[in-house]
């Protein structure tokens, strides 16, 4: 990292997110917020969501006019939202008498591969926001979206705020890239489900990235894996005080790590049946060809020997999805793939994510022990060399994730290490 | 005007105001609108305010975060608005499998002088509008802004959609300038106020410009200014049906013009009295120098030989300057200008708007002759070529604008003229 031109000490990026700028209020406290710390962070890069629910009203207006809003125009009305909180904030700094400055995705030169509401960041020119810091502004940046090479305004879909922080951290080497939320930081379980949920201080880059990717609300793991290349330290903490939060960084700097550091679950899911599909070869792998094709993410293939359930292809997938999967049942049922789908969304998914996971065969087993001791029924299994998911009912999943909770994090030592 | 590469017919500039956007149904409405009467404007491009409401929304947002919210983050945070009218009719025209691209300032080029909150247009690169109109689109623009050299976002004052509409129908040298409004077009008075006011079938520039600056909801005056240098028609029209409306050309191509075309009131003014300034040379000079240093138009100024009122100057401004009056006037108190300052708000211009008014002076006594029967005082007359305007009290200012109107337009007559 080169010393910087102007003030001194290294960029620091703070992310945030929706409900951290839901209202005028919420705006004046980050203001008090980036105001007393200002000694601390002289060379600060805000980057900033939508107010919480302006993007669902905006959604909601186009689809009012429209019946399948997407595309260019879509992507320049979900613009607007970060573009209204980082001009509030700007505003809102000035009249503090701290010199700030707002920026769009075009004005601080962020480039994306330019496919519309689902876009990449492909590259930032920093010139702008490194002359703005050396003028001794406050940079504020909108979240969320970048510019293509016609100059189009692209989004990097839901959770892109946090892409951007990442992006902008790395391209210009901060120190930190602070994600500031409505919790302390990253828990081993949500907090709001789980009471004896354990506040880590610090975490790995891949932890947090199977965490996410589980279901956690920690970050966007498309930006922990940003950081993890640029080796940028991530900060997940409050936006309501000053505490630290969770550290994410590389494996090898931490210390000692736990060998399971959440139990996440995902009721977002739904389990997709194809019936009477004939034993032919080539038949499966038109199905995940087509799925594939389609932009259709499946999550988990169950696959069972038992006769009852010979001719089927089970999979599971993420609920949005659904929609898209049954348009390609119907071709498949006009080219005699198979004689018609059947879809369950009463399910659900429940995870353990550790780094030492597969290293430790025991700790499967032992969730697994958790689950049939109260009788949940584990519909398939699936494990990975940092995490282990199995498909449950989704009225079960609060009880099941209490219960493999306290199996691997027991209140008395949870109370003994958090004394 | 050079004949158009792709699709025939000449470019039409349609502008929408703030009511003909103000909720996702009126936009739909415009998208029928512009659906059924596309053969006949197949060179369309669109300019849009931003929903009705919004802008208060957000300088309501804006003075939540900020005492003084102005400049730079101010045009940033207000552009917002035009964005998302422009992309929701860009997605309502799609989803009817009409091509369309909503376009922002920046994006076609409408580049100001730089001045935020109240920019002036200076000059459109039209090519990449001309590239969409070639390739069978209907371009949808961004009104009230434009971008300044640094690529910031800088608006053009209320009103400045129509600004954006004049001004691209001149860089493009339209057919026509199209206002779409919430009224049928063009009256010799208020509709909503005077039920017996004439719809006009055209009028000249020059009149256009002085009602529009007498406080009637015409048009914004630059945009006719724009017109009518550039020699551009404007057609103003309703947006909720296709009849013929108003049209504003050359006083030279109008067959036959009325004495007087429009009698209109506003109320939107305050009487500012500075008290026992010296008699002394100079001092006059330093108060409206001051003022206009100070961006404050005064409308009126005040004389009187009456020994009563020596030693005093009385100006009339609009009501939105009076703070900035107040501010000034403390200074001159500093100064020996004045003992201080005297604002009524009680008060109403009244004017006659007609080409030939200064030509036929018998007008401006009926007028008097009028408001004198009914004795309604008059503080003070202000006439130019084309205007008398008289100071009276605001609440006889409806009495007066419609016993004026009666006896310019006689009910009798207007119900003949428009059988």
Redesign the interface.
């Given at each position: 990292m080169t010393a910087p031109a102007g003030r001194e000490g290294p960029v620091v990026v703070q992310k945030y997110g929706g409900t951290s700028v839901a209202t005028?209020?919420r705006?004046?406290a980050i203001?008090d917020r980036i105001e007393r710390n200002l000694d601390r962070t002289p060379r600060l890069v805000v980057v900033l969501s939508a107010m919480g629910s302006t993007t669902d009203e905006?959604v909601g207006?186009?689809h009012?006019?429209?019946?399948?809003?997407a595309?260019?125009?879509?992507d320049?009305?979900l613009?607007?939202g970060e573009?209204?909180t980082?001009?509030?904030?700007?505003?809102?700094l000035?009249?503090r008498g701290i010199p700030a400055?707002?920026l769009?995705a075009?004005?601080c030169g962020i480039r994306t591969d330019g496919v519309f509401n689902v876009a990449r960041i492909r590259s930032i020119d920093t010139a702008r926001i490194r002359a703005e810091l050396d003028a001794g502004r406050v940079v504020i940046v909108t979240g969320f979206q970048g510019i293509n090479d016609a100059?189009?305004v692209t989004t990097l879909g839901r959770g892109g705020s946090d892409i951007t922080g990442a992006a902008l951290a790395a391209a210009l080497g901060a120190g930190a890239c602070e994600i500031c939320t409505d919790v302390d930081g990253v828990f081993s379980a949500d907090p709001s489900r789980v009471p004896g949920a354990r506040l880590w201080a610090e975490i790995s880059y891949e932890e947090a990235i199977e965490m996410a990717s589980s279901g956690a609300k920690v970050l966007h793991p498309r930006a922990a894996e940003v950081c993890m290349e640029y080796d940028v330290p991530i900060h997940v903490r409050s936006s309501f005080h000053l505490r630290v939060g969770t550290w994410i960084r590389g494996a090898a700097s931490i210390m000692e790590r736990a060998e399971v550091v959440a139990v996440t679950g995902d009721a977002k899911i739904a389990k997709f049946t194809l019936l009477d599909v004939p034993d032919e070869p080539g038949m499966a792998a038109r199905v995940f060809q087509d799925l594939a094709a389609g932009g259709i993410n499946v999550r988990l293939i169950i696959q069972s020997a038992s006769s009852a359930h010979q001719g089927r292809i089970t999979f599971i997938l993420d609920k949005e999805f659904v929609a898209g999967a049954r348009e390609l049942a119907r071709s498949w049922e006009a080219g005699g793939v198979t004689s018609g789908c059947v879809v369950e969304d009463d399910v659900a998914k429940i995870s353990i994510v550790g780094s030492r996971l597969a290293a430790t065969p025991g700790l499967a087993a032992r969730m697994f022990a958790v689950l049939a001791r109260r009788g949940i029924n584990i519909d398939c299994i699936s494990s990975s060399e940092m995490k282990v998911a199995c498909v449950i009912s989704a009225e079960r999943l609060d009880e099941a994730t209490a219960a493999v909770h306290e199996e691997f994090f027991p209140a008395k030592e949870t109370a003994a290490a958090t004394a």
């Open positions: 005028a209020e705006i004046l203001a905006l207006l186009a009012q006019v429209s019946d399948r809003p595309g260019r125009e879509m320049l009305l613009s607007t573009q209204v980082v001009s509030l904030l700007g505003l809102a000035q009249s400055i707002s769009t075009l004005q100059d189009d």
